[in-house]
Structures are given as structure tokens and as C-alpha cells.
């Protein structure tokens, strides 16, 4: 069993940034695959982007040059930095440990105009 914790979550203004972090308990956090996903009001859950044990990342297309997931497996703690945020980034993101039913509670991103 993992423990997934979100936290940095809030409310932005469009064009602005934030960092989203996930600490996972256990001691074998370094050779998950870590995921971001997220979910907006009346839509399905969807997938942000993935990062690999050795740092390989993925991204959707929405995302892709605004978004970059790390690692730090020192600190258990996966991270989502949010750059040149837009109003249909507003969800609540989760985490993820990939290929096993581990998600965290989420946390909320509200982007305003």
C-alpha cells in the first residue's frame, strides 16, 4: 500500500504559475512510474502527463510546454509546476503511482480571468 499526498493547490490568475507536490510513503517511491492526472467540474478524469523512474517524462498535448513534472525520490515527492496557467486548467489534480490503484486525495487548481 502507498500513500499518495497532494498538496499546493489554490487559486491563479491566468498567466501565472504554481507548483503542485506529492509525497508518497514507503521505500519504493524511486522505482515507480509517477503520474499527474486531473478532473474538471462535469468532465472525465483526465491524464496530464507521466514520469518515468529514471526522470523520462511525458505530457499531453494541452500541457506540453507549460507543464514539467520532476522527481525527487530523496524526498518521496513527485512535483507539477504550472506555468502560463489558463482557465481550462481549473481541477483538482492527483497523483498517481502508474500501473497500480494508488492515487492521492487530489488537490484543487482554480484558475481565474
Known amino acids: 500500500q502507498v500513500q499518495l499526498v497532494e498538496s499546493g493547490g489554490g487559486l491563479v490568475q491566468a498567466g501565472r504559475s504554481l507548483r503542485l507536490s506529492c509525497v508518497a510513503s514507503?521505500?519504493?517511491?524511486?522505482?515507480?512510474?509517477m503520474v499527474w492526472y486531473r478532473q474538471a467540474p462535469g468532465k472525465q478524469r483526465e491524464l496530464v502527463g507521466s514520469i518515468s523512474s529514471s526522470g523520462s517524462t511525458n505530457y499531453a498535448d494541452s500541457v506540453k510546454g507549460r507543464f514539467t513534472i520532476s522527481r525527487d525520490n530523496a524526498k518521496n515527492t513527485l512535483y507539477l509546476q504550472m506555468n502560463s496557467l489558463k482557465l481550462e486548467d481549473t481541477a483538482v489534480y492527483y497523483c498517481k503511482v502508474g500501473g497500480r490503484d494508488f492515487w492521492g486525495q487530489g488537490t484543487q487548481v482554480t484558475v481565474s480571468s
Open positions: 514507503g521505500s519504493l517511491f524511486s522505482i515507480y512510474v
